[in-house]
C-alpha cells in the first residue's frame, strides 16, 4: 500500500507512537544498564523490566474497554502523561527506587497509548483485510523506529554525559507526543457497542471464541520471544564486555530488524496471508533463540538480535489485523486489550522468572525454553489458516 494512498488520519497517529515511545525503549537500556553498573545483578534487572508491565497485567483489559468507550484522543494523552513522569523521576533523582517507580509509569502509559492508537488505527477506512495488515505494518513502523533511536540515544548519553542527561533527552520525544494529540479525531467511541451480557462475559467471552484463542496463543509466544530479549539483550552484551554504547546499539540492531520487517509488510500483506506470516516468524524466533546462547562477541549478537526483531516483528501487525477481523463488534478495544494483557503478563512473568532461571542455571536453559515454544506456536500458526 502506497503511501499516497494512506488514509491522511493514519499519519499523526504514526507520529504519536514514535515520539511516544522513544522514552520508554530508551529508558529500559538505561534503567537496566543502570542497575548492572550498580552490581545489583541479572534478577534486579529482571525485576525492573518487569515491573514495566505489572500494571498493564491488571488494567490491560480495562484500558482496551477505555478506548471503546471515550475513543482515542483522551485514552492517548492519559498514557502519554504518564510516560512523561516515569521518565522524569530519573531525571530529579538517578537512583534506583526512582527507576523503578518510573518503570510502572511508563510501562502503564506505553500500554494505555498503544491500545487506543491500535484501535484507531484499525476503524480507518479500508477496502480489504490486506490493506488493514498495511496500515498497521505503516503504524508498528513508527514503534519500530522510536525502538531503534530510543536506545542508541540512550547508550550514547548515559556515555557521553551520564545517565541525567539521558533520561532528560528521552523526555523530549514524550513532549512532542503531546502537542501532536490534538491531530487526533476527538470520537466518542465504538457506535455499535455491544449488550451487556457480552460485556458481562469478559475475557472469558473473547476466549471462547477458537480463532481468537489461537491468536492469543500466537501473541503470546511472540510476546515472550520479544520480552525475554528485552531482559536478556543487555545481560547478554554484559557478558560479553560491551560498553553502555555496544549494549544500546545491540538493542538498537534488534529494533532495526523490526522496522526492516514492517517496511516490507505493506508490500507483501496482499500476497500473504497473515497465519502463512506468522508461522514463518516464530520458525526464524526460534532459530535465532537456539544460537544466542553460543554468540559470545558483538558481531554475533548483533546479527542474531536483527534476525530476532525481524521475526518479533513481524508479529504485531499481524495479529491485531487479525483481531479486528474477529472479534465481536463493539469489542474491539476490548480485544485488543487483552491482547495486551497477555503480552503485559509475559513482560512481568519473563523478567522475573527467567531472571531467576538464568541466575541459577545459566543462559542456555532459557534460551532453548523460548525456541521450543515458539516453534511449536509456529506449528500451530501452519493451522491456523483452517479456522477462516
Known amino acids: 500500500m502506497r503511501p499516497s494512498r494512506l488514509p491522511k488520519p493514519l499519519f499523526p497517529l504514526i507520529a504519536i507512537m514514535?515520539?511516544?515511545h522513544v522514552a520508554v525503549s530508551g529508558g529500559r537500556v538505561a534503567s537496566s544498564v543502570f542497575v548492572l553498573q550498580s552490581g545489583a545483578g541479572e534478577s534486579a534487572v529482571g525485576l525492573l523490566i518487569g515491573l514495566y508491565s505489572v500494571v498493564s497485567v491488571l488494567l490491560g483489559l480495562q484500558f482496551g474497554r477505555w478506548?471503546?468507550?471515550?475513543?482515542?484522543?483522551?485514552?492517548?494523552?492519559?498514557?502519554?502523561?504518564?510516560?512523561?513522569?516515569?521518565?522524569?523521576?530519573?531525571?530529579?533523582?538517578?537512583?534506583?527506587?526512582?527507576?523503578?517507580a518510573g518503570a510502572v509509569f511508563c510501562g502503564t502509559g506505553v500500554t494505555v497509548a498503544s491500545v487506543a492508537i491500535q484501535h484507531a488505527v484499525g476503524g480507518l477506512p479500508i477496502e480489504t483485510t490486506q490493506q488493514r495488515v498495511a496500515l498497521f505494518g505503516w503504524l508498528t513502523l513508527g514503534h519500530s523506529t522510536s525502538s531503534v533511536l530510543g536506545p542508541f540515544i540512550a547508550g550514547a548519553m548515559i556515555d557521553a554525559a551520564g545517565f541525567r542527561a539521558a533520561f532528560a533527552v528521552l523526555c523530549m520525544g514524550t513532549l512532542l507526543a503531546l502537542l501532536l494529540t490534538r491531530r487526533v479525531a476527538d470520537t466518542h467511541g465504538?457506535?455499535?457497542?455491544?449488550?451487556?451480557?457480552?460485556?458481562?462475559?469478559?475475557?472469558?467471552?473473547?476466549?471462547?471464541?477458537?480463532?481468537?484463542?489461537?491468536?492469543?496463543?500466537?501473541?503470546?509466544?511472540?510476546?515472550?520471544a520479544w520480552d525475554a530479549f528485552t531482559f536478556l539483550g543487555p545481560v547478554l552484551g554484559h557478558r560479553a564486555v560491551l560498553s553502555a554504547t555496544a549494549i544500546g546499539t545491540m538493542m538498537s540492531c534488534f529494533a532495526l530488524g523490526t522496522f526492516a520487517v514492517r517496511a516490507v509488510i505493506p508490500w507483501v500483506a496482499h500476497r500473504l496471508g497473515e497465519w502463512r506470516m506468522l508461522a514463518a516468524a516464530l520458525a526464524l524466533i526460534a532459530c535465532v533463540w537456539a544460537l544466542l546462547p553460543f554468540a559470545r562477541a558483538g558481531a554475533p549478537l548483533f546479527l542474531l538480535a536483527f534476525l530476532l526483531g525481524s521475526g518479533v516483528g513481524c508479529g504485531q501487525p499481524n495479529v491485531l489485523s487479525l483481531l479486528h477481523r474477529f472479534a465481536p463488534a463493539g469489542r474491539v478495544g476490548e480485544a485488543i486489550g487483552l491482547r495486551s494483557l497477555f503480552g503485559n503478563l509475559s513482560g512481568v512473568g519473563v523478567?522475573?522468572?527467567?531472571?531467576?532461571?538464568?541466575?541459577?542455571?545459566g543462559l542456555w536453559p532459557v534460551c532453548w525454553l523460548i525456541a521450543c515454544a515458539a516453534a511449536v506456536a509456529s506449528m500451530r500458526a501452519r493451522r491456523g489458516a483452517q479456522l477462516g
Not at 455499535?192 to 472469558?204: D, L
Not at 523478567?351 to 542455571?361: H, K, N, V
Open 18 to 20: 514514535l515520539f511516544g
Open 67 to 100: 478506548s471503546d468507550r471515550f475513543g482515542p484522543r483522551r485514552v492517548v494523552r492519559g498514557g502519554l502523561l504518564s510516560i512523561l513522569v516515569g521518565i522524569l523521576l530519573p531525571v530529579c533523582w538517578p537512583a534506583l527506587p526512582s527507576m523503578l
Open 190 to 224: 465504538d457506535e455499535a457497542m455491544p449488550p451487556q451480557s457480552q460485556h458481562a462475559q469478559g475475557w472469558r467471552g473473547l476466549l471462547a471464541d477458537p480463532s481468537l484463542r489461537t491468536i492469543y496463543l500466537l501473541t503470546s509466544a511472540n510476546a515472550v
Open 351 to 361: 523478567p522475573w522468572l527467567f531472571g531467576a532461571t538464568a541466575a541459577i542455571a
